[in-house]
């Protein structure tokens, strides 16, 4: 199992940058694929972005991609989403998911692909 903590969230205006992380326990990590979603107030949860346990091929939602970049530090048992040019639209609290595979370049973009999942981190863009 993994227990899962969001930090980083906040208040900027559009076009400023945040940077979210998720902490991890368990000695696992490193193979646990990890996604980043969001919800905004009165919406579903949708995805942000993705990453295998190999760190490799990062999968974006068509409406951050070139603005996020999601990376993992194994390490350190940490998963960032770095958010530039933000926007009012990207108002939500985010949440990070965890799902272990012996896949390493698996990629996940479903909530119900995900076993695990953070409290979530409040991001509040104004304009």
């Known amino acids: 199992q993994v227990h899962l903590v969001e930090s980083g969230g906040g208040s900027v205006q559009a076009g400023g940058s945040l940077r979210l992380s998720c902490a991890a326990s368990g000695r696992t990590f490193s193979r646990y694929a990890m996604g980043w979603f969001r919800q905004a107030p009165g919406k579903e949860r949708e995805f942000v972005a993705a990453i295998s346990w190999s760190g490799g091929s990062p999968y974006y939602a068509d409406s951050v991609k070139g603005r996020f970049t999601i990376s993992r530090d194994n390490a350190k048992n940490t998963v960032y989403l770095q958010m530039n040019s933000l926007k009012p639209e990207d108002t939500a609290v985010y949440y990070c998911?965890?799902?272990?595979?012996?896949?390493?370049?698996?990629?996940?973009?479903?909530?119900?692909?995900?076993?695990?999942w953070g409290q979530g981190t409040q991001v509040t863009v104004s304009s």
């Open positions: 998911a965890a799902v272990m595979d012996r896949r390493p370049d698996l990629i996940l973009t479903g909530v119900y692909e995900y076993d695990y």
